[in-house]
C-alpha cells in the first residue's frame, strides 16, 4: 500500500532536446504577447483620435450629409447680407456659391451651406 507510482513523485528534469522545445514555446508565447500589446494599442490609439477629431466644431461638414425630405422638396431661405447683389449661382453638392457685389461695391463670394442653412466662407475680391 505504501507503493507510490511514478506520476506522483516530483518531477525529473527534461532531457535537453525537450527543454529546447519549451524554451522556444516560451520565446514564441512572449513574442506572440507582445504582438498582441502592440496591436491593442494601435486600435486603442486610432479610437482616440477619431474621438478627438471628431470634436472639432471648426470643420465643415461634406455637402454628401445633405438630406431630402419624403416629399422631395427642400425648402431654405438664405439670409444674405443687406445690399448684397447677386450676380451669379453655383452648386455644388450641397454647398451654393454666389458671386455679386457689397453694398460698398467690393466683389465678394459668399459661400452657403444649404444642409446647415448658413454662410460658412466669405471670400472679399481685391
Known amino acids: 500500500m505504501s507503493e507510490t507510482h511514478p506520476d506522483e513523485q516530483d518531477e525529473k528534469p527534461l532531457d535537453p532536446e525537450m527543454e529546447k522545445v519549451r524554451r522556444k514555446m516560451v520565446r514564441l508565447l ?3 504577447i507582445g504582438v498582441m500589446f502592440i496591436g491593442l494599442m494601435a486600435v ?3 479610437v482616440v483620435y477619431k474621438i478627438v ?3 472639432r466644431g471648426d470643420v465643415v461638414t461634406a455637402a454628401s450629409d445633405l438630406q431630402f425630405p419624403a416629399d422631395g422638396l427642400l425648402e431654405v431661405e438664405a439670409d444674405l447680407p443687406d445690399g448684397f447683389e447677386v450676380a451669379q449661382v453655383s452648386m455644388n453638392g450641397g454647398l451654393l456659391l454666389f458671386y455679386g457685389q457689397s453694398t460698398d461695391g467690393a466683389s465678394q463670394v459668399l459661400l452657403y451651406d444649404i444642409g446647415h442653412a448658413r454662410i460658412v466662407a466669405v471670400i472679399d475680391l481685391k
Do not use: C, N, W
Request: aromatic share 0%; hydrophobic share 45%.
Open 30 to 32: 512572449g513574442v506572440s
Open 44 to 46: 486603442l490609439a486610432g
Open 53 to 55: 477629431s471628431a470634436d
